[in-house]
């Protein structure tokens, strides 16, 4: 760490045998870095893990401490660097990522389908879990690039030869895949989300572009050819680009031939060939994942015989449009576009009324919760509005904001979340549909600082076993 602009105290000959910047991570032997949160400070924890036995700090300022210390600017940006030096950064382990404000999960589990059809052994990281040769819990959708790498590892020695990831805008925005070399990146889409975080939408497509300084020089570049974004990303010069879409001129351009409660049938064009692909994922918007995860395929010099078969083999997608009982699904749909998305999928294959049970999170993007409101009453016949994550919010602050969207009086409001979903089962009848969305694979609520036990799926299977 000699050459890394810095002050240094207390400098001596160490060992060190891990790096970590979460002080209740450190172990003897490790390396802290002290960065600086939303609500945590880094620097205040040196205490900590010095009792827990760290041999070195890096900090943004002095701190006092007997152990070896660097001071630079910025510890974060700092991270990356340190990690790839320390881990390695797996050049000989193919890397996909995947960003986009919705499908990202669906897209990068078929490009998980599509690698293993292959006769890959991927693996993947992403909302729903991170898996190599067995199954963890995602603790968040991009983890730090610390983690990431440690996982690479991991997989590495499992014999893992790939990984599709998907990239959030924050950790695109934050570094925290700052170290990682994509041989393909793909953009779904872009609409409103996280402006929270990014303010403008502006900065918001900024970040996410991000993902293409992050290609090898051989990697490949993305894009759905069907959205805004691809005059932002045709215009970055980049050496490799894939459009796809129904757009004429997309270097792989689907046809939907047929869709239904079953499936999609869709007509894939590429390099002057066709190829009818049947998926049994459900919904008209899973049209361009699957263009997407198709034109990855090609980037990564995938038989277009694998990626079909890749692609329909892929039954599901947990908390994605996921049937539960009857004619019951949950979706993670949580912004004004993927509401849309999926309550105009669902009315396609709804032969009675269509009811759907959604809330918006505390702490996040307010703008978006009135046009959820609009949307939902818009294109359901019933919209039973409701609590999700709160967080340290008031539930019933986040459901006023909702309602300020609504126009008519096709809504109930109910706060409890088990009971929005047992309303809405005993309101269906015969062919009505019921869509639980917000949620998805999730499995806990989220109140001030404490996450409880929750999950959409359970509450309905008891409640369709008990007839609520």
């Given at each position: 760490?000699s050459?890394?602009?810095?002050?240094?105290?207390?400098?001596?000959?160490?060992e060190?045998?891990?790096?970590?910047?979460?002080?209740?991570?450190?172990?003897p032997?490790?390396?802290?870095?002290?960065?600086?949160?939303?609500?945590?400070?880094?620097?205040?924890?040196i205490?900590?893990?010095e009792?827990?036995?760290?041999?070195?700090?890096?900090?943004?300022?002095?701190?006092?401490?007997h152990?070896?210390?660097?001071?630079?600017?910025?510890?974060r940006?700092?991270?990356g660097?340190?990690?790839v030096?320390?881990y390695?950064?797996?050049?000989?382990?193919?890397?996909?990522?995947v960003?986009?404000?919705?499908?990202?999960?669906?897209t990068?589990?078929?490009?998980?389908?599509?690698?293993?059809?292959?006769?890959?052994?991927?693996?993947?990281?992403?909302?729903?879990?991170?898996?190599?040769?067995?199954?963890?819990?995602?603790?968040?959708?991009?983890?730090?690039?610390l983690?990431?790498?440690?996982?690479?590892?991991?997989?590495?020695s499992?014999?893992?030869d790939?990984?599709?990831?998907?990239?959030?805008?924050?950790?695109?925005?934050l570094?925290?895949?700052?170290?990682?070399?994509?041989d393909?990146?793909?953009?779904?889409?872009?609409?409103?989300?996280?402006?929270?975080?990014?303010?403008t939408m502006?900065?918001?497509?900024?970040?996410?572009?991000?993902?293409?300084?992050?290609?090898?020089?051989?990697?490949?570049?993305?894009?759905?050819?069907?959205?805004?974004?691809?005059?932002?990303?045709?215009?970055?010069?980049?050496?490799?680009?894939?459009?796809?879409?129904?757009?004429?001129?997309?270097?792989?351009?689907?046809r939907?031939?047929?869709?239904?409660?079953?499936?999609?049938?869709?007509?894939?064009s590429y390099?002057?060939?066709?190829?009818?692909?049947?998926?049994p994922?459900?919904?008209?918007?899973?049209?361009?994942?699957?263009?997407?995860a198709?034109a990855?395929?090609?980037?990564?010099d995938v038989?277009?015989?694998?990626?079909v078969?890749?692609?329909?083999?892929?039954?599901?997608?947990?908390?994605r449009?996921?049937?539960?009982?009857?004619?019951?699904f949950?979706?993670?749909?949580?912004t004004?576009?993927?509401?849309?998305?999926?309550?105009?999928?669902?009315?396609?294959?709804?032969?009675?009324?269509?009811?759907?049970?959604?809330?918006?999170?505390?702490?996040?993007?307010?703008?978006?919760?009135?046009k959820?409101?609009?949307?939902?009453?818009?294109?359901?016949?019933?919209?039973?509005?409701?609590?999700?994550?709160?967080?340290?919010?008031?539930?019933?602050?986040?459901?006023?904001?909702?309602?300020?969207?609504?126009?008519?009086d096709?809504?109930?409001?109910?706060?409890?979340?088990?009971?929005?979903i047992?309303?809405?089962?005993?309101m269906?009848?015969?062919?009505?549909?019921?869509?639980?969305?917000?949620?998805?694979?999730?499995?806990?609520?989220?109140?001030?600082?404490?996450?409880?036990d929750?999950s959409?799926?359970?509450?309905?299977?008891?409640?369709?076993?008990?007839?609520?």
């Amino acid at each position: 760490m000699s050459d890394l602009p810095s002050q240094a105290y207390n400098m001596e000959d160490i060992e060190i045998s891990s790096i970590e910047f979460d002080s209740r991570k450190v172990i003897p032997g490790s390396l802290y870095v002290a960065v600086k949160g939303a609500r945590f400070d880094g620097h205040d924890f040196i205490g900590d893990v010095e009792r827990a036995g760290a041999v070195a700090v890096i900090t943004e300022h002095r701190v006092a401490t007997h152990l070896p210390q660097l001071v630079l600017d910025n510890t974060r940006d700092i991270i990356g660097k340190l990690a790839v030096r320390f881990y390695g950064n797996f050049a000989q382990m193919a890397k996909i990522g995947v960003t986009g404000t919705n499908g990202k999960t669906t897209t990068t589990f078929l490009i998980h389908s599509i690698l293993t059809q292959a006769g890959k052994k991927p693996g993947l990281i992403g909302t729903v879990y991170y898996l190599g040769a067995s199954r963890s819990k995602a603790t968040r959708t991009t983890p730090e690039i610390l983690d990431i790498l440690k996982l690479l590892k991991e997989y590495q020695s499992q014999g893992i030869d790939s990984l599709v990831m998907e990239v959030s805008s924050h950790a695109l925005k934050l570094g925290r895949v700052e170290g990682i070399d994509f041989d393909a990146a793909v953009f779904t889409n872009l609409s409103q989300d996280h402006l929270d975080f990014h303010v403008t939408m502006d900065d918001y497509m900024r970040s996410k572009l991000r993902i293409f300084s992050l290609l090898k020089l051989n990697g490949c570049a993305i894009y759905n050819n069907d959205e805004d974004i691809r005059d932002a990303v045709t215009s970055m010069s980049l050496p490799c680009v894939l459009s796809f879409g129904q757009t004429e001129g997309s270097d792989i351009r689907g046809r939907l031939i047929e869709q239904s409660i079953d499936g999609l049938r869709i007509e894939i064009s590429y390099k002057a060939k066709s190829y009818e692909v049947k998926s049994p994922l459900i919904g008209r918007f899973n049209f361009h994942n699957i263009l997407g995860a198709f034109a990855a395929g090609v980037a990564l010099d995938v038989s277009a015989d694998r990626i079909v078969e890749g692609i329909e083999k892929l039954r599901f997608v947990p908390g994605r449009m996921e049937r539960i009982v009857d004619n019951v699904f949950v979706d993670y749909a949580h912004t004004p576009a993927a509401i849309e998305n999926i309550l105009k999928s669902a009315r396609e294959y709804a032969r009675g009324k269509l009811i759907v049970v959604f809330g918006c999170g505390g702490d996040r993007d307010r703008d978006k919760r009135a046009k959820m409101g609009a949307l939902a009453t818009r294109f359901a016949d019933l919209a039973v509005i409701t609590t999700d994550n709160p967080r340290h919010e008031t539930p019933s602050d986040i459901i006023n904001d909702i309602l300020q969207g609504v126009a008519g009086d096709n809504y109930k409001m109910i706060e409890d979340r088990t009971a929005a979903i047992e309303y809405a089962m005993a309101m269906k009848q015969g062919d009505d549909m019921v869509i639980v969305a917000g949620k998805g694979h999730e499995e806990y609520q989220i109140f001030d600082d404490e996450s409880i036990d929750f999950s959409d799926a359970e509450v309905i299977k008891r409640c369709f076993e008990n007839s609520c």
